[in-house]
């Protein structure tokens, strides 16, 4: 069945330092690719999203471009700041599967000032 | 984007006691919701989807009869977790759909509810 893995966390890194949390997926259609991010004691919010190969999401500095050579989402932010610690969870949805969202184990983000 | 809320956002009961927790999609209609666990710090772990005027279709290894749903509008689906015990205690998540059209399906997030079990 269809799959998300996800790097391990915790991820720590310093204020303005360059982030990628890797993601990679199996699927046996076309799915659509999802980055949320979850704050403690929240629900998750998107982030940002990709629907077709090669397309670009981008939202307040994260960017992931959906690979399908690479079957991979990974997200990018050029600067962290201490504000971006959370987890996040990289996620597809199969339009066949009505709507379901398989979701990655998560990684922990802390950033430090 | 869509709204959708969860109430209450936490809440605390006796080992025995059954629990409602309501999810609204606020500014839009979701025919189908979604009803997750998450305990902590790990991933979501889908329990069932809810299909308004219909029963819920709830994923392998979960008990139906003990996590009760109805979805009695296109704007409310409720999650009843009956004879609650200390093991039911985590963070319960719903979401709604919202249908985008051609390309693609959104699910949108509720804030999710703290149950603790004493």
């Known amino acids: 069945g269809d799959s998300v893995t996800q790097m391990e966390g915790p991820v720590t890194l310093s204020e303005e330092a360059f982030l990628t949390i890797n993601c990679t997926y199996t699927a046996t259609g076309y799915p659509s690719l999802f980055w949320y991010v979850q704050y403690p004691g929240e629900g998750l919010q998107l982030l940002l999203k990709?629907?077709?190969?090669?397309d670009k999401g981008s939202n307040k500095g994260f960017e992931a471009t959906y690979r399908k050579e690479t079957t991979s989402f990974h997200l990018e932010k050029g600067s962290v700041q201490v504000s971006d610690s959370a987890v996040y969870f990289c996620?597809?949805?199969?339009?066949?599967?009505?709507?379901?969202?398989?979701f990655g184990q998560g990684t922990e983000l802390s950033v430090k000032p | 984007g869509a709204v959708v809320s969860q109430h209450p956002s936490w809440v605390i009961c006796k080992s025995g006691t059954s629990v409602k927790i309501e999810c609204r999609s606020l500014d839009f209609q979701a025919t189908t919701m979604f009803w997750y666990r998450q305990f902590p710090k790990q991933s979501l772990m889908l329990m069932a989807t809810?299909?308004?005027?219909?029963?819920?279709?709830?994923e392998q290894g979960v008990e139906k009869d003990k996590f009760l749903i109805n979805h009695a509008s296109l704007t409310l689906s409720t999650l009843t977790v009956t004879s609650a015990h200390p093991e039911d205690s985590s963070f319960y998540i719903c979401?709604?759909?919202?249908?985008?059209?051609?390309?693609?399906?959104?699910?949108?997030f509720g804030p999710g509810t703290r149950l603790t079990v004493l």
């Open positions: 996620a597809l949805s199969d339009r066949n599967q009505g709507g379901k969202l398989i």
């Open positions: 809810s299909n308004e005027g219909s029963k819920a279709t709830y």
């Open positions: 990709a629907t077709k190969a090669d």
């Open positions: 979401s709604g759909l919202f249908l985008g059209g051609s390309s693609y399906n959104e699910q949108f």
